[in-house]
């Protein structure tokens, strides 16, 4: 159960025995900037909301994202719209993000993951976030449907007016296991 490092990039790939599917991922090891699109960091995985990605190491300088946006702070991978959700595979390898600020009262579908469908994502924890929404806002997920999420554990204080969990804020039709939280909702 300890946590799996691996350097950033394309050089994580998973396969079920002998004869499965290979399944390769990017390796994410930092938080990146305010607006990234790059694809290789946290912030930056909106460009590409379907691939698979991997945290190679823990984030513990994810507070500050409070001074970002004028103050809305990190923007939620994945938004909700038509073609807007996080679908890929999100595997966290047993690390964590710490401090992470979202604060967008006006906003809906807030969390790491603003809105995921037809998602995975497993093995993170999510410690000391500080989210603030309208409706459907999570610490680890503001709305999901048709996904998994095994082993996320989330703290922290988490606001909205409607749909408000501390790991998820509205839940269709997903399975979650193993998973936890201690938000302050």
């Not at 900037?33 to 912030?43: E, W």
């Not at 809305?72 to 996080?86: Q, R, T, V």
């Not at 410690?127 to 709305?143: E, F």
């Amino acid at each position: 159960k300890a946590p799996v490092s691996l350097m950033e990039g394309n050089n994580f790939t998973t396969q079920l025995g002998n004869a499965g599917a290979v399944k390769n991922f990017y390796v994410i090891t930092r938080l990146g900037l305010a607006g990234s699109n790059t694809g290789k960091d946290l912030q930056g995985m909106n460009v590409n909301l379907s691939a698979n990605y991997a945290l190679g190491a823990d984030i513990v300088d994810a507070s500050q994202t409070a001074g970002w946006n004028s103050g809305l702070g990190f923007k939620p991978i994945g938004n909700g719209g038509a073609s807007s959700n996080f679908s890929g595979t999100f595997d966290g390898l047993g690390h964590s993000i710490t401090g992470l600020t979202i604060n967008r009262p006006t906003a809906d579908n807030i969390g790491l993951f603003g809105s995921a469908r037809n998602a995975t994502i497993k093995n993170i924890t999510v410690a000391n976030v500080s989210m603030n929404g309208k409706y459907n806002v999570g610490g680890l997920v503001g709305t999901t449907s048709y996904s998994t999420i095994d082993n996320a554990h989330t703290s922290g204080r988490v606001f909205g007016v409607t749909n408000v969990g501390g790991l998820i804020g509205f839940s269709l039709d997903t399975t979650v296991t193993n998973s936890d939280s201690t938000v302050d909702v």
